[in-house]
């Protein structure tokens, strides 16, 4: 066990299993892990999809990078240590959903790739989806929704990335859609498709 | 928004409502936040309470002070600094189940009046509720299944509740159970009842 800090501690079984949690819900709970530049749809894709699996009954849940930097991680900056320590935390709280019976949905930047595949080592076996949100920059930074590659470029937020920081693209996502070339219904539909044919879900009739 | 370390971050709103998830589950969701002495029962109750509720169809999730220290917090220690972090992000991690539609159980000492009244805090009316997982010091010091007092008494941990940490009893805490004198069914019973007669989950036929 090991950077583990506190001693004296052992893991307390519970006795609901997580097949047990899937013969009840009906689905088997995973986490599709978005990955992308900002501005690339992640968050507006999560939702969508959030939206898609409840309509299926299926027990879905969203977390944001926006969100959970108001909450878990508001202590965490935009460091590269920071950024570290807020996708560990985040993959922790994934983990947590994904053995809970869940299908989660992060859609975070997440832009390093030892931090993704750090996520993916304490998952079990095909519980983690990388889903690559791809996009070109040009077309994130004529998005901008928020103004952030504006004020970036022009100095005002530090360690951006796309700008000012790395973008390391996945080179093993289990999925990829373009939201510059594609409609987010068909988005949608790829990832409905990638959970369909790996039996994640029932197909629909 | 105090204390957020991250600027131009914005909270983006999902399109599944709490009102949504809890007309499909059939069931609010909540947290039953369990604190108490080392060895009070808390995990023991955690789990059969999870079990209990798993057995009626509803989606309940254990999050215990051992095995989250495993995960998200395995950076931090039992100091009152790192003790106050560590039921921080239990809590900002128990809200999110609650938001999910999950009933979440949480087992955690958890000894200071302050930390849980944070986490009552940050949750929406209803959503936590103490429970107080009571039992004599000398009962809990009796039980020692981990041999953890022998230990602090021995010197050999420091910091520890109820020996040379303090133990802030809840004032008021929604449930109390008391599990040096009443039998596991019954402290499950009496959770239960509290949560059918508030219309949390169905009275059972």
Redesign the interface.
């Known amino acids: 066990?090991a950077?583990?800090?506190?001693?004296?501690?052992?893991?307390?079984?519970?006795?609901?299993t997580q097949a047990?949690?899937e013969a009840?819900?009906g689905h088997k709970s995973c986490t599709i892990w978005m990955t992308g530049l900002p501005a690339s749809g992640k968050?507006t894709l999560a939702?969508?999809l959030?939206?898609a699996l409840?309509e299926r009954?299926i027990?879905?849940?969203?977390?944001?990078?926006?969100?959970v930097?108001?909450?878990?991680?508001?202590?965490?900056?935009?460091s590269p240590e920071d950024r570290n320590e807020n996708i560990r935390?985040i993959g922790?709280?994934a983990?947590?959903?994904t053995?809970?019976?869940?299908i989660n949905v992060t859609?975070f930047i997440s832009p390093y790739r030892a931090d993704r595949d750090r996520v993916r080592a304490?998952m079990g076996p095909g519980e983690f989806i990388e889903t690559f949100v791809a996009c070109s920059l040009d077309e994130c930074e004529r998005r901008d929704p928020?103004g952030?590659y504006k004020?970036a470029r022009a100095g005002e937020?530090a360690e951006f990335t796309g700008v000012s920081a790395p973008y390391e693209a996945p080179e093993k996502a289990e999925i990829t859609v373009h939201t510059d070339r594609e409609s987010e219904a068909a988005c949608i539909q790829t990832i409905l498709g990638y959970l369909e044919q790996k039996g994640y879900v029932a197909r629909r009739e």
């Open positions: 066990m950077n583990l800090k506190s001693k004296n501690v052992v893991w307390h079984p519970g006795m609901v047990d949690r009840i819900t968050s939702v969508a959030e939206k409840w009954d027990h879905a849940f969203v977390l944001d990078g926006d969100n930097r108001h909450g878990l991680n508001k202590d965490l900056g935009f935390r922790e709280v983990k947590l959903f053995t809970a019976g869940v859609a304490i928020k952030h004020k937020i």
